[in-house]
Nanobody
Framework: QVQLVESGGGSVQAGGSLRLSCAASGYTYSGSCMGWFRQAPGKEREGVAIYTGGGKEYYADFVKGRFTISRDNAKNTLYLQMNSLEPEDTAMYYC????????????????WGQGAQVTVSS
């Protein structure tokens, strides 16, 4: 059974940084897709960043240059380093994993974590 567990959310002031972690169990990293989505109150869930099995990274325009996605295969953990945070980044952030990737998403059998809240105050 695949489990994705996020951690590292919290509250920061604008301009601050946070790092989210997603610990995966029961999931094979190689040749697959992992990434981060977010959902703000009253808005649809949107893709933030994707890390492909081939090691490529894709970012939403609104986080380019501020967020960095990375993966530690030895620890089965996906990360999202978030710098220069803005109040508009306030959302629940979800880790996702799937069989195949597309720009800013995973497809096939798709799994989701429970979410980590990020709150940025001005």
């Amino acid at each position: 059974q695949v489990q994705l567990v996020e951690s590292g959310g919290g509250s920061v002031q604008a301009g601050g940084s946070l790092r989210l972690s997603c610990a995966a169990s029961g999931y094979t990293y190689s040749g697959s897709c992992m990434g981060w989505f977010r959902q703000a109150p009253g808005k649809e869930r949107e893709g933030v960043a994707i890390y492909t099995g081939g090691g490529k990274e894709y970012y939403a325009d609104f986080v380019k240059g501020r967020f960095t996605i990375s993966r530690d295969n030895a620890k089965n953990t996906l990360y999202l380093q978030m710098n220069s945070l803005e109040p508009e980044d306030t959302a629940m952030y979800y880790c996702t994993a799937g069989d195949v990737w597309y720009i800013l998403g995973c497809a096939g059998r798709v799994y989701w974590g429970q979410g980590a809240q990020v709150t940025v105050s001005s």
